[in-house]
């Protein structure tokens, strides 16, 4: 019995405790399973299940597109989710650690990490956009619903009746009661767009005329930063805490919005035209292209969060489990999100007497102008604009925190010493203030065109390439028969058969064909009617290739610095690292149990072993005491 707790005081359990014997005192852990579950959810829900989702399903056959949507959940979604949770779980290690699988492919989690930072950075400057938005909604009249303002231009026409009717308007139809006056909708331009356009971003000519700063973007992406890193100044134990908001309220708000939507007139027209299949689009490969794309892309695969925040867990919690739950609630957010989006547009359609297709968009053409255009028309649209840009704030932050959290997680985990574990806050708040700073341009006056750009190829066939070669290291390099034997160990049961066959076989094939579709289907960026020019573009194709570049470049390096014949070189590259396997000595059985240094857990911080010098020199006495 004293044995027993002398190794729990090893392992840093209180004395007199029962022993924790799935907790890693030194890395840490999360404070209970909710908070795993809650912080994948706010990482996997984020912008695109508001703003690309719904247009992607109306576009591509409303109803229909559900089917293949579903499909592909089951036979890629869910299976490479689960991948990627039981990954990192099973070594307790970040998006580079756990790359000992096989060293050669550690440029694999090095591609992770810049794929993180450039969504990181671009992110970040849509949710310092939201918060604009909300501090701007903290009025008793929008600033967006007229067009009497300085950043007008003669082609404005709101869609409520404002003070500056002008009567030059061409093509001007009375509509509803009357008191609205509009344009064909091929020459308006709306009071949302020209404030999005010409005061928000006050956008320049190009992409190459930068301009001045635009200071109140600036000062919001300042405050953006300084949310995320006071959320994880304590890395995954505050954190931990926050998601308990972060990622439960903004279902709040999308219930609200749902129920105001609903109760106005037009909505059901608008959720019909959400809603109704297109049977006939069930057979077009787009349809199913980006029913696999939007499910790849919204589950945050291959960014290195889902492996960061997995390492977190303790060794045998039930990572399958979470990964149905979490994907199915990701998925059907996505879903649910299309009832309020449309409901609005659809009661916006009404008013104006046009049809839903004329006033549905997608992307930041949906968050910062056409729904902001509609909530003008509600009674107390203040009060409306706050719980929407304050809902894709906390969207936003969701993900935010765990693309944050992957690039601090690999960089101590790669340091590895006691210094750089115990002052983790100082490594968050220097990704924070880089983090800001690469994030500074976008803030300009060209920044949007920068954003796009980045958005579109610096996360896009990347991705995708990344996860491929994740799924072949794992399941032909290691050898899937050796993971599935790890997955066993660590949660009790082998991975079902449907995962086995997925993980080898489907996945990947799903994975190329998504590959292939993405590249058959490229089109050059484009912004309303501005033509990015080729120097941009290869740029962009820069930054998509950054990451992939990472693979071979690493796989180069380490087989060239092993001094040995080349075939032994590459024999030695893919095989494990003998630290390979689980982080505490408990749960390293099997073949593991004779494997290189004990754990992680076996080099504690300078002040644990202190503690644990002065316990061991005490021992006597209290064996003694325990006698008597």
Not at 569 to 588: C, F, I, Y
């Amino acid at each position: 019995m004293e044995e027993k707790q002398f190794s729990g005081i090893l392992n840093g359990a209180v004395p007199g405790e029962p022993v924790k014997k799935d907790e890693n005192s030194r890395r840490g852990n999360w404070g209970n399973q909710i908070e795993f579950v809650l912080t994948s959810v706010g990482y996997a829900v984020g912008l695109g299940n508001v703003w690309r989702f719904p247009y992607l399903c109306y576009r591509n056959g409303g109803g229909a597109f559900m089917f293949p949507y579903f499909i592909m959940l089951v036979f890629c979604g869910i299976p490479l989710f689960f991948l990627e949770l039981s990954f990192g779980q099973f070594t307790s290690l970040g998006c580079l650690g756990v790359w000992k699988v096989s060293p050669m492919f550690k440029g694999v989690g090095y591609g992770m990490m810049v794929v993180s930072t450039y969504i990181g950075i671009y992110y970040n400057v849509v949710i310092c956009i939201a918060f604009y938005y909300f501090f701007m909604s903290m009025t008793n009249l929008l600033p967006w619903t007229y067009c009497n303002n300085p950043w007008n231009t003669p082609d404005c026409a709101g869609v409520v009746g404002t003070p500056r009717a002008n009567a030059t308007f061409a093509n001007v139809s009375a509509v509803v009661s009357g008191v609205t006056e509009i344009v064909n909708r091929t020459k308006r331009t709306s009071p949302s767009e020209e404030y999005w356009r010409n005061y928000v971003l006050n956008v320049s000519d190009g992409i190459g005329d930068f301009g001045e700063v635009r200071l109140p973007i600036l000062g919001c992406l300042a405050v953006s930063w300084v949310v995320v890193f006071l959320c994880l100044i304590r890395g995954v134990k505050s954190s931990g805490k926050v998601v308990y908001f972060t990622a439960t309220f903004p279902y709040v708000v999308l219930t609200i919005l749902f129920i105001r939507g609903i109760t106005l007139e037009g909505a059901v027209s608008g959720i019909k035209y959400y809603l109704t299949p297109q049977w006939e689009k069930i057979l077009d490969a787009k349809v199913w292209g980006d029913a696999a794309s939007q499910i790849f892309y919204s589950l945050g695969c291959a960014w290195g969060g889902l492996i960061t925040m997995a390492s977190y867990n303790k060794f045998h919690n039930n990572c399958f489990r979470d990964s149905i739950i979490i994907s199915v609630t990701n998925c059907g957010t996505s879903v649910y999100a299309g009832f309020v989006i449309f409901s609005i547009l659809g009661f916006m359609a009404n008013h104006l007497g046009v049809d839903v297709s004329e006033v549905a968009d997608h992307g930041p053409g949906l968050a910062f102008v056409a729904y902001p255009e509609a909530l003008t028309l509600l009674p107390i649209s203040p009060l409306w604009s706050l719980l929407f840009f304050f809902m894709l704030i906390l969207l936003g932050l969701g993900t935010q925190f765990c693309l944050l959290e992957t690039l601090v997680t690999a960089v101590v985990d790669e340091i590895g010493t006691d210094w750089i574990i115990k002052n983790k806050t100082y490594v968050t708040l220097g990704v924070a203030v880089i983090g800001f700073l690469l994030g500074v341009p976008l803030t300009t006056r060209a920044g949007i065109y920068w954003l796009l750009l980045m958005d579109n190829y610096a996360a896009s066939f990347s991705l995708v390439v990344i996860s491929c070669i994740m799924c072949i290291c794992i399941m032909y390099v290691y050898g899937h028969k050796k993971y599935f034997k790890d997955v066993e160990m660590m949660l009790g049961f082998p991975p079902p058969v449907f995962f086995r066959i997925c993980w080898r076989f489907v996945s990947p094939f799903i994975i190329t064909f998504i590959l292939i579709f993405t590249v058959i289907q490229y089109k050059p960026i484009t912004y309303n009617d501005y033509v990015y020019p080729s120097w941009s573009l290869v740029i962009g194709f820069f930054m998509a290739l950054s990451s992939v570049i990472c693979i071979p470049i690493y796989a180069l390096f380490k087989i060239l610095i092993n001094r040995l014949l080349p075939l032994q070189r590459l024999k030695n590259s893919v095989k494990p690292d003998p630290t390979w396997g689980p982080a505490l000595q408990e749960h390293r059985k099997g073949r593991y149990a004779t494997t290189g240094p004990e754990s992680v857990e076996v080099c504690p911080l300078k002040e644990d072993l202190k503690n644990e010098a002065n316990t061991f020199v005490n021992w006597p006495s209290r064996l003694a005491d325990t006698d008597k």
